[in-house]
């Protein structure tokens, strides 16, 4: 069975950090792009970032921007979103999801390119 599994979601103080893990069940991530997006309450779920395959390129939101990078460890078949210097904005649900796209800078992230999401793990962001 294909499956992506989040998790690391919490409650972090602003300006604290968290590393959100997706990690593939039946699929190689190394093999795919993946992209993180998030969903706040009453909100549209909006494209948070993507990895490409070789060569690692990628996009952020410009919200997220100098505060939220991406790595892989394809020994392990997850891909990390590190996020840094929270804020209460960066409070939602968030997803990571395989794509059949391409990824790189100032190429648009679109959820309908992704084709298999995980569950989604909550972050929220408050004192």
């Known amino acids: 069975q294909l499956q992506l599994v989040e998790s690391g979601g919490g409650l972090v103080q602003p300006g604290g950090s968290l590393r959100l893990s997706c990690t593939g069940s039946g699929v190689l991530l190394d093999r795919h792009v993946v992209g993180w997006f998030r969903q706040a309450p009453g909100k549209e779920r909006e494209a948070v970032s993507c990895?490409?395959?070789?060569?690692?390129?990628?996009n952020f939101a410009d919200s997220v921007k100098g505060r939220f990078t991406l790595s892989r460890d394809n020994a392990k078949n997850t891909v990390y979103l590190q996020m840094d210097m929270l804020k209460p904005d960066d409070t939602a649900v968030y997803y990571c999801?395989?794509?059949?796209?391409?990824?790189?800078?100032?190429?648009?992230?679109?959820?309908?390119?992704?084709?298999?999401w995980g569950q989604g793990t909550q972050v929220t962001v408050s004192s």
């Open positions: 990895l490409g395959t070789s060569g690692g390129r990628t």
């Open positions: 999801a395989r794509g059949s796209t391409f990824c790189g800078a100032s190429v648009p992230i679109w959820p309908i390119q992704y084709d298999l």
